[in-house]
């Protein structure tokens, strides 16, 4: 079965760094579109940054936060630099693609991030 795993959340101090992985399985990786979202309380949830072939990301994280992915792995990663408590929020992996009229998407658990001091 689909399955979506995230690893790599914590508590980190204003200006550190954390690198998020999501370990996927269950469906053809490298056809998707994977991504990373986030919601902190209060919020909804929202698209931190994408990727297939090229990278997208929000406005906030841009020059701070890198996605990239491993095909053979069946890996993406989030790496998070300069952390601000503003980015803290739970963080889910996510697969997403669209075949014709059918639409895919995929979420993990999620991790928890917390940027505080």
């Known amino acids: 079965q689909v399955q979506l795993v995230e690893t790599g959340g914590g508590l980190v101090q204003p200006g550190g760094s954390l690198r998020l992985s999501c370990a996927a399985s269950?469906?053809?990786?490298?056809?998707?579109?994977m991504g990373w979202y986030r919601q902190a309380p209060g919020n909804e949830r929202e698209l931190v940054a994408d990727i297939f072939s090229l990278s997208n990301y929000a406005n906030s994280v841009k020059g701070r936060f890198t996605i990239s992915r491993d095909n053979a792995k069946n890996m993406v990663y989030l790496q998070m630099n300069s952390l601000k408590p503003e980015d803290t929020a739970v963080y889910y992996c996510n697969a997403h693609r669209t075949s014709g009229s059918m639409r895919y998407d995929y979420w993990g658990q999620g991790t928890q991030v917390t940027v505080s001091s």
């Open positions: 269950g469906f053809t990786f490298r056809l998707f579109r």
